[in-house]
T-cell receptor
Framework: AQSVTQPDIHITVSEGASLELRCNYS??????LFWYVQSPGQGLQLLLK??????LVQGIKGFEAEFKRSQSSFNLRKPSVHWSDAAEYFC?????????????FGKGTKLSVKP | EPEVTQTPSHQVTQMGQEVILRCVPI?????FYWYRQILGQKVEFLVS????????KSEIFDDQFSVERPDGSNFTLKIRSTKLEDSAMYFC???????????FGAGTRLSVL
């Protein structure tokens, strides 16, 4: 069955430190891949997406993600975390190359930022 | 920036009651979705809607659930007879193409007592 795994439930990093949030997916073909962020009381905001082409994609707020087909991974990175990045981060997959509308989400990783 | 609007932000209801969750998608979007997130669990797809009909639904979306686009702007999710396990955050999303980005609302927290 198609699935998305975010192995880290909760991560704490110091402000200014680098960040990597892991995401692995289980799907035969290359799906469309997304990272969303949810701040308390807010909806899901798209950080970045991968459809095809360059495997390193840039997003908003200084985030980037790298698609690695061999590892079925789409990890999210940021070189220097800001306190305002504290939120919950969701990796999502659109199977069928997006021709199938529904998104499959991981369980999310909650990010805490220490001053 | 256009956004998806959901009302109410929090709905409390008694078990067995009907609830309607409302969403106003982005105005030029054609594809509409409902997802839910039970506390502590992942966001799960419920249903997608296009051209005034359901295009896909998950096994969660049983006969107790229905969706409707009653006019040109609203998109609603109705739960006919709520159960305790329907307590969750419900998210509406919309996109302009099926393969394009889905924009999410802030969600409606449904509490069934």
């Amino acid at each position: 069955a198609q699935s998305v795994t975010q192995p880290d439930i909760h991560i704490t990093v110091s402000e200014g430190a680098s960040l990597e949030l892991r995401c692995n997916y289980s799907y035969g073909a290359t799906p469309y891949l997304f990272w969303y962020v949810q701040s308390p009381g807010q909806g899901l905001q798209l950080l970045l997406k991968y459809f095809s082409g360059d495997t390193l994609v840039q997003g908003i707020k200084g985030f980037e993600a790298e698609f690695k087909r061999s590892q079925s991974s789409f990890n999210l990175r940021k070189p220097s975390v800001h306190w305002s990045d504290a939120a919950e981060y969701f990796c999502a997959v659109a199977p069928g190359g997006g021709s199938q509308g529904n998104l499959i989400f991981g369980k999310g990783t909650k990010l805490s930022v220490k001053p | 920036e256009p956004e998806v609007t959901q009302t109410p932000s929090h709905q409390v209801t008694q078990m067995g009651q009907e609830v309607i969750l409302r969403c106003v998608p982005i105005s030029n979007h054609l594809y509409f979705y409902w997802y839910r997130q039970i506390l502590g669990q992942k966001v799960e797809f419920l249903v997608s809607f296009y051209n005034n009909e359901i295009s896909e639904k998950s096994e969660i979306f049983d006969d107790q659930f229905s969706v409707e686009r009653p006019d040109g702007s609203n998109f609603t999710l109705k739960i006919r007879s709520t159960k305790l396990e329907d307590s969750a955050m419900y998210f509406c999303a919309s996109s302009d193409r099926v393969e394009n980005i889905q924009y999410f609302g802030a969600g409606t927290r449904l509490s069934v007592l």
